[in-house]
């Protein structure tokens, strides 16, 4: 089994739990579509601070950013970028969670879809340029058998702290739109 092989299936119910999460989301709906993308800028930036931080060391694969689209996204919607979570990963911690926010950048195309006409996605739409992603694949098949089992460790955790964090910003608009009636009613 390859190190992306088992990566895939180690971190399989944390992925599912995050879709979960998000898919209480209705996407054709303004205001849930506008707490949707609340909910990724509460994670998406703070993952790419974290990787944009690597060291020649690190020698993460090429990537692109999508933390401006979503940014402008929200404008559209007249709603500022919320303050990133907390996110930490060092050292292969960064290659799992780079894998995680380019997977999502496969299933934002498909959740684009689902985005109605008027409302803005070009986040959801961001695609992978040719190739890219099976580059990525690759590299992180390469970099886990010159590192070992510590390295693919550190990258199977950092995978999992970068889908815990999505829920946890999935989770925070839940609970912020749950209380929502009750500081009305104050």
């Known amino acids: 089994m390859s190190f992306v092989q088992m990566l ?11 879709d979960d ?20 800028g509460r ?14 060391e690190e020698a993460l694969p090429s990537w692109r950013p999508r933390t401006a689209l979503l940014a ?4 559209a919607l007249g709603q500022p970028l919320p303050v990133p979570l907390a996110f930490e ?7 799992g969670a780079l894998y995680v926010i380019e997977g999502s950048r496969l299933g934002g195309q498909l ?7 008027g409302l803005p996605a070009s986040y959801l739409a961001a695609r992978h340029a040719a190739g890219e992603w099976r580059a990525l694949l690759a590299a ?17 955790a950092g995978a999992q702290a970068t889908f815990a964090l999505y829920g946890r910003a999935a989770d925070q608009d839940a609970m912020a739109t749950r209380s929502l009636p009750s500081r009305l009613a104050e």
């Open 89 to 95: 990963a060092r050292g292969p911690a960064r290659w």
């Open 8 to 18: 895939r299936a180690a971190t399989a119910v944390d992925h599912q739990r995050v």
């Open 111 to 117: 959740l684009a879809r689902a985005v109605p006409a």
């Open 72 to 75: 402008a996204d929200l404008a």
């Open 140 to 156: 992180l098949d390469v970099r886990a058998a010159a590192g070992g089992a510590e390295w693919a460790a550190a990258a199977l």
């Open 21 to 40: 999460r998000f898919g209480g989301f209705t996407l054709d709906d303004a205001d849930d579509y506008r707490r949707f993308l609340l909910a990724h």
């Open 43 to 56: 994670a998406l930036p703070a993952v790419e601070a974290v990787l944009a931080q690597a060291g020649d």
